[in-house]
Nanobody, 127 residues
Framework: QVQLAESGGGLVQAGGSLRLSCAAS????????MGWFRRAPGKEREFVGT????????AYVDSLKGRFTISRDNAKNTVYLQMNSLKPEDTAVYYC????????????????????WGQGTQVTISS
């Protein structure tokens, strides 16, 4: 069965960095664009960023551009979210998701477009 397993979450001080990983299994990883979303306490799920099948096309929510970077390693069936200059408002459960695509470059920022979701990993930023 398809499984997306996030890891790398934890507690970090404001200004620090953290890298999340999402290991995929049970699917042809290179056929999927991958996305990251998050849900902060008391807030709705928010789009973070996405990366195309070939890794060359990325998109981020405007508020996070310059601090967060998505990358992928298709040989390892893994997508990453590098988070720098972390702020307390980044505290959230972070989810990765897989979006089946027929082109190498397509991406989506809509949660409903994604086919599979991980269970999430908690990221807590202290001030």
């Amino acid at each position: 069965q398809v499984q997306l397993a996030e890891s790398g979450g934890g507690l970090v001080q404001a200004g620090g960095s953290l890298r999340l990983s999402c290991a995929a299994s049970g699917l042809p990883f290179s056929m999927y664009a991958m996305g990251w979303f998050r849900r902060a306490p008391g807030k709705e799920r928010e789009f973070v960023g996405t990366i195309s099948r070939n890794g060359y096309n990325t998109a981020y929510v405007d508020s996070l551009k310059g601090r967060f970077t998505i990358s992928r390693d298709n040989a390892k069936n893994t997508v990453y979210l590098q988070m720098n200059s972390l702020k307390p408002e980044d505290t959230a459960v972070y989810y990765c998701a897989a979006d089946r695509r027929t082109t190498y470059t397509a991406t989506s920022d809509r949660a409903n477009e994604y086919d599979y979701w991980g269970q999430g990993t908690q990221v807590t930023i202290s001030s």
